[in-house]
């Protein structure tokens, strides 16, 4: 079944053109790793799919349903598509299980009770139940991160979007994070991840999507060829900055 | 210093410091009030209004208060606006304060970064749910230390009140001044009390400052 | 227009008293900025000064400005003095004591600002150098915060201008007791006269003001 299509999509900042045209269709349950160089414009891609970036061109579609950044009904739609930002971004000012629980209780007008239950049962999953009353800046780097996955699930989005949700992480935290979305995957939940973790990718990724100077430059099923042999030139020179000689 | 003379004036300085404290109290509510709603307009970047409150601003800000009140109290009657004395002090100083809670608000705003509104967007939240759930509460702890010295700005501003008859602490000094000449007397106690209604919330403000600088929860 | 009494400015040299005072203030507001300025560097300079003792008696001098009106002050100064000490202080004499007291505190706290903004390090290179104290302030820190400063001190003009309005209240002839003056000489021709000369009143100090913080404001952007 597909969830996420996108048809034709073009993006520019003022003169710059961030993406040039992409089409991409994602089935339900899959997941989808991109990866590319700095400033290839996956992270903008990922943002253009909740409407966060207005687009200049093309067709986003969840479920059917147009994705047009400043529409009315773009909250209804966001809904239906969780996000996990680089930088967390934890509400401050908000317990860890007031963050999560704030939108369940107040878009989806969720009954409170029920939403806390869940809320626990999904931290006890990822080890930090007994954190649900801190704030966000008496944890760890990994800690935060794991309840902003937390707090996105509980909306039970269609689809979640990962925007390189390690890259502001300690190495030695990185590893819980992983482990975390790993569980998230084969416990069948649409995802979208971008990344430079070449190993979690591997691990963890249905289909690579590979992007270069706004275009999508290789797309592939077969995750284990694309990491040992590459078809494109481009595809080859990324992937060898991560080797050491 | 006459004791006896302090004893007599105490009560007339008391009810003169009750009369500033609920004109004062009101007036800053009126102003924290125009404060949220005009810097969430300027927030939202709201078309014809945004300019209006842009106007307002520089209005009440680039003239004084004791003119401000000379204006609602003795010109807007001419127009067929009458209102009374302590209204006048109230909505005097709920607008001169509100022009300054404005841009101390919106400097708390502004200060809360913008992926925070894009983690809330990306919750399903409308633009007013992020603004009252998460935007708000961040950039009022940051304004608080503003906030306060706004207030202790607005009540002092209080002493103009005397000059649309308004029996303040002001008032009350220089009546007992210009009639009896216990000008040592009087003036003494103009400071005490002046000293009571504002070192508590100076001092309340020095401690909140460091606690909240930063936008701290959870300690 | 004749109803809201504008006329009355149009008569004789009503409207020439008008700037006349409203020129009583700012006179007032310029002399007390300068002095301000001048005492402020001083002042902000001692406050970065290690020395407990003035540390603590500047403590005390900053938070009385901050906490009295300076309306107290201009009473305590105007008809204090004359009762405890005998002196005769003029009216204006004792606005400009009083509004340089407070600009010196502003002035003083801000210089202070600035200066504690520079990195440490400018100091002791400073120093390394051979330079005296007196030397590091003048040709090394001050240049440096010169452009904080700048917007800082003509947003301290404007402060002060509104401020003094206020000496209307220990009986200088300003710009509020001339309007008085026109609205009760023309009471019986001008019933509504109030209106337009408190309007005018108003227009002028925006005039006068706005322009100032406009330009601090300008430079505040251009310059951080």
């Known amino acids: 079944m597909e969830l996420l299509k996108v048809t034709h999509l073009h993006k520019e900042f003022g003169q710059n053109t961030v993406l040039n ?40 579609t969840i479920s059917g349903l ?11 739609l966001r809904q239906k598509i969780g ?42 999953k990822v080890g930090l139940v007994d954190k649900k009353d801190y704030y966000p800046r008496q944890l760890s780097g990994g800690q935060k991160q794991r309840v902003a996955i937390v707090r996105a699930l509980l909306m039970h989005p269609e689809v979640i979007l990962f925007d390189e949700v390690t890259a502001a992480l300690d190495p030695e935290m990185v590893h819980e994070v992983l482990e975390t979305m790993i569980a998230l995957a084969k416990s069948g939940s649409t995802m979208l991840i971008v990344t430079h973790e070449m190993a979690f990718a591997k691990a963890i990724a249905d289909r690579i999507i590979f992007i270069d100077k706004g275009d999508i430059v290789e797309e592939t099923r077969d995750v284990k060829e694309f990491f040992n042999e590459p078809k494109t030139e481009r595809a080859k020179k990324f992937l060898k900055t991560f080797a050491y000689e | 210093m006459d004791k006896d003379i302090l004893i007599e004036y105490f009560p007339l300085y008391k009810d003169a410091l009750f009369l500033t404290l609920k004109i004062g109290w009101q007036g800053i509510i009126l102003a924290f009030v125009i404060g949220l709603i005009g810097s969430a307009i300027i927030h939202f970047k709201t078309p014809v209004l945004k ?27 001419k127009v067929g606006i009458q209102i009374t004395a302590q209204t006048c002090g109230v909505l005097g100083l709920g607008l001169l304060g509100g022009a300054y809670m404005i841009e101390t608000f919106r400097s708390g705003l ?67 001044i210009g009639m009896y000449a216990k000008t040592i007397e009087s003036l003494f106690l103009l400071v005490v009390f002046y000293l009571v209604m504002l070192l508590p919330i100076s001092i309340i403000g020095a401690i909140v400052e460091r606690r909240v600088r930063y936008g701290q929860f959870g300690d | 227009m004749a109803n809201l009494g504008i006329d009355v400015l149009f008569k004789g040299t009503n409207f020439l008293r008008l700037l006349q005072g409203l020129w009583v203030s700012i006179e007032i507001s310029l002399i007390a900025v300068v002095l301000s300025i001048i005492l402020g560097l001083v002042v902000g300079m001692l406050m970065t000064l290690n020395n407990p003792f003035l540390k603590a008696i500047l403590k005390v001098y900053l938070e009385i400005v901050r906490i009295m009106p300076q309306m107290v002050l201009l009473f305590i100064v105007y008809f204090g003095t004359t ?57 090394i820190i001050f240049p440096q915060t010169i452009r904080r400063l700048i917007p800082l001190s003509i947003n301290l003009i404007t402060r002060m201008i509104k401020t003094t309005s206020l000496v ?45 913080s406009r330009l601090a404001t300008y430079l505040e952007k251009r310059w951080e």
């Open chain 3, 168 to 212: 209307l209240m220990i009986g200088i002839v300003e710009v509020l007791k001339v309007a008085q003056q026109i609205i009760e000489a023309n009471r019986n021709s001008s019933p509504n006269a109030a209106f337009g000369v408190f309007a005018v009143v108003f227009l002028l100090y925006f005039i006068v003001c706005w322009p100032i």
């Open chain 3, 83 to 139: 009762r405890v000490f005998g002196w005769d202080v003029s009216a204006e004499a004792s606005a400009i004591i009083v509004f340089t007291f407070w600009g010196t505190a502003e002035m003083g706290d801000l210089v202070r600002g600035s200066i504690k903004s520079i990195p440490v390090i400018q100091f002791e290179s400073a120093w390394a150098l051979g330079l005296n104290k007196m030397q590091t302030y003048f040709y």
């Open chain 2, 110 to 176: 502004e200060a809360v970064p913008v992926i925070q509104t894009e983690s809330a967007l990306s919750l399903g939240m409308s633009d007013f749910q992020t603004l009252w759930h998460v935007i708000l509460p961040q950039a009022i702890s940051i304004s608080v230390p503003g906030i306060l010295a706004n207030v202790i700005f607005l009540l002092k501003e209080t002493s103009v009140f005397s000059t649309i008859s308004l029996m303040d602490l002001m008032f009350t000094a220089k009546d007992l």
């Open chain 1, 66 to 76: 147009p994705v047009e950044a400043g529409k009315r009904d773009i909250t209804k």
């Open chain 2, 51 to 77: 300019r209006i409150v842009g106007i307002y601003i520089e209005l009440f800000r680039n003239t004084p208060l004791l003119v401000q009140l000379f204006f609602i109290y003795f010109a807007l009657p």
């Open chain 1, 21 to 60: 045209d992409i089409n991409l269709s994602v089935e339900k349950g899959e997941v989808v790793v991109i990866i590319g160089p700095s400033g290839c414009g996956k992270s903008t891609f990922l943002r253009c799919l909740n409407g966060l970036e207005e687009i200049q061109g093309g067709v986003i």
């Open chain 1, 83 to 124: 996000m996990v930002f680089q930088s967390y971004e934890l509400f401050p000012h908000k317990t860890v299980l007031e963050n999560i629980i704030l939108a369940p209780t107040k878009v989806q007008k969720r009954d409170k009770e029920e939403a806390t239950k869940e809320a626990i049962a999904l931290l006890d």
